[in-house]
């Protein structure tokens, strides 16, 4: 899967799960790049069928829905939506 | 042409558009405006990717059926109005939101997983009417005749959007 990297502090290993068209995906991504972390974030709503079916898995394992944006905190911590408070006092100075 | 490459002109132009039907019909969208012509370029790329405009935050299956639900208005808007002041992609607000009376927070999916979906279309008992009464689910009108019509005078959702209701 085609995961585009933004270099920052290292918080750990960060994903975000986005649709190119969502606004809230833009502001979390906006967001993340405010804070300076470093993650990985993809848009699945770009990938080839069988990478999409893949994301939609690994969003519906650990969400147990289908939602963007989805942030994943080192396999374990996960944020579905635009909270900007939580990604805050997760990924914050 | 790519998908994705959307001229700022024909954003303006479905932004006006969808502005002024919100307005006519008792709707506002999202005064934020570089936010909400965003949601319209998305809603212009979904059209292009897959023949309609479905919701820019949910991701779209590509058969118009199976998406049908979440094409923008989507089946979702009035209860997210009702109660968190916005829709889920937050092209529209409430007229509480619109003034400052109330935040804009996070809307959580209310929209069922695709097997609960299926499993929702309703058995209707067989009527007494002279005619059925069709629902728009987008908009909630209501109108006794042979065949729901071909768009709702109230919404414009396409005929497709209506079901059965009695």
Known sequence: ??????????????????????????????????????????????????EMAQ??????????????????????????????DQIREALGP | MNAEDVDQEAIERLYERLTREAEEGGYHLNPDVPFTKNLVRGLIVNERRYGYPSCPCRLAMGSRERDRDIICPCDYRDPDLDQY????????????????????????ERRPPMAERRA???????????????????????????????????CRATQDRFERFL
């Open chain 1, 1 to 50: 899967m085609q995961w585009t990297h933004v270099e920052g502090k290292d918080r750990g290993k960060v994903r975000l799960y986005a649709l190119s068209t969502c606004g809230w995906c833009a502001k979390t991504k906006q967001l993340l790049m405010e804070l300076g972390v470093d993650f990985r974030y993809v848009y699945v709503d770009l990938l080839d069928a069988d």
């Open chain 1, 55 to 84: 994301a939609i898995d690994e969003v519906a394992q650990l969400t147990s829905q289908q939602a963007f944006p989805t942030i994943v905190i080192d396999d374990d911590r996960v944020i579905v939506g635009y909270r900007a």
């Open chain 2, 85 to 108: 002041g916005a829709c889920y992609c937050a092209l529209y607000v409430s007229g509480a939101i619109l003034r400052g009376e109330r935040e804009l927070t996070p809307v959580p």
């Open chain 2, 120 to 154: 929702q279309e309703p058995v209707l008992p067989a009527s007494s009417l002279p005619w059925p009464v069709w629902r728009c689910r987008v908009c909630g009108y209501l109108c006794a005749r042979t065949h729901p019509p071909e768009v709702c005078p109230i």
